[in-house]
């Protein structure tokens, strides 16, 4: 079954707009962007209210033709157009939904039901961003899976809270970090008692891998040229990708490439997408040896089989 996830930034003292809805009055830096792109790459549908995608269709669609905006920005522009997005309204009418990608119309009387016959699709996460009466309707139903909240760091007083009625599920801690050059803290909870309570190595399927170059003298230009191609590639085609970094060292002799997928299916994803042919020649560019972190698949196994990966797996975690 899909999972139901619900992506928020909340102030400190839980809210999540100022007053009168000016979602500008929150803690805001790039990590909430970045964090949402990683997001809606495990993702393929939005789950959003009538005042979420009436802001968002107003938004996005044209930031991705925009040049002057940030990469991060023009790739959840296009994975925004791309996801298939389910609106619960009752105001709105179905030729009001169209115009911006694959939209349909749900009334709020059968968005339990909707909620229902997607989760029991295959395919990507569905995501809700925004849209605060809709995530707490489906909170008190039970229908929510994951709750991801970015906890910004301002207090703001007043506004929209986050929270609107108590929760019946039990809320179990799954993860926490600060995200990456912010002051910002990020909180995973699994909703209700469905999600097996093992350790997080044991009970995710995300895996690291690292790639470690010495490159060959001359070939740094080339290297760098092929990290774009890469890159390029993960940005348009890669749907399991969640961080793909490239760090080059002050003498421009080494680098370390960073990746982290969703799950094995991820990686082999991002591993056909990129092909022989553009793997071989990137490797040219130096002497290379790598590590793949988690628990591969099978599939994922034979693959690496013979390569100069080494696969490394779980043994503590905190």
């Not at 970015?150 to 007083?157: Q, S, Y």
Request: aromatic share 6%; proline share 5%; with cysteine.
């Amino acid at each position: 079954m899909r999972k139901l996830v619900v992506t928020i930034l909340t102030s400190l003292d839980g809210y999540v707009a100022g007053p009168g809805g000016d979602f500008m009055a929150m803690p805001l830096d790039e990590s909430f962007s970045a964090y949402n792109l990683e997001r809606l790459r495990t993702a393929d549908t939005l789950l959003l209210g009538r005042t979420t995608f009436l802001g968002f269709r107003s938004y996005w669609p044209s930031v991705a033709h925009d040049p002057k905006q940030p990469d991060t920005e023009r790739e959840i522009s296009r994975r925004n157009t791309a996801a298939h997005k389910v609106v619960v309204s009752d105001s709105l009418c179905a030729v009001d939904v169209t115009g911006w990608g694959d939209s349909e119309l749900v009334r709020r009387s059968d968005a339990h039901d909707a909620v229902r016959r997607l989760k029991a699709q295959d395919g990507g996460d569905i995501l809700v961003f925004g849209s605060v009466p809709v995530y707490n309707d489906l909170l008190a139903a039970g229908l929510v899976d994951k709750l991801r909240l970015m906890v910004g760091n301002g207090i703001l007083g007043d506004g929209v809270p986050a929270f609107t009625a108590g929760l019946p599920q039990r809320l179990r801690l799954r993860e926490t970090r600060r995200l990456p050059g912010s002051d910002n803290v990020l909180l995973v909870y699994a909703v209700g008692d469905g999600e097996p309570t093992t350790p997080r190595p044991d009970s995710s399927d995300e895996l690291t891998a690292v790639a470690r170059f010495d490159l060959h003298p001359g070939r740094v230009e080339d290297f760098k040229r092929l990290s774009l191609q890469c890159m390029d590639i993960v940005r348009a085609e890669d749907t399991g990708t969640l961080q793909y970094d490239v760090y080059l060292d002050e003498d421009r002799a080494e680098a370390v490439v960073l990746e982290r997928y969703r799950d094995s299916d991820a990686l082999i994803e991002h591993l056909g997408n990129i092909g022989d042919d553009l793997m071989a020649a990137i490797s040219a560019t130096g002497s290379v040896v790598g590590e793949t972190l988690g628990k591969p698949s099978a599939q994922l196994r034979t693959m690496l089989a013979g390569s100069p990966v080494r696969l490394l797996t779980p043994f503590l975690s905190m």
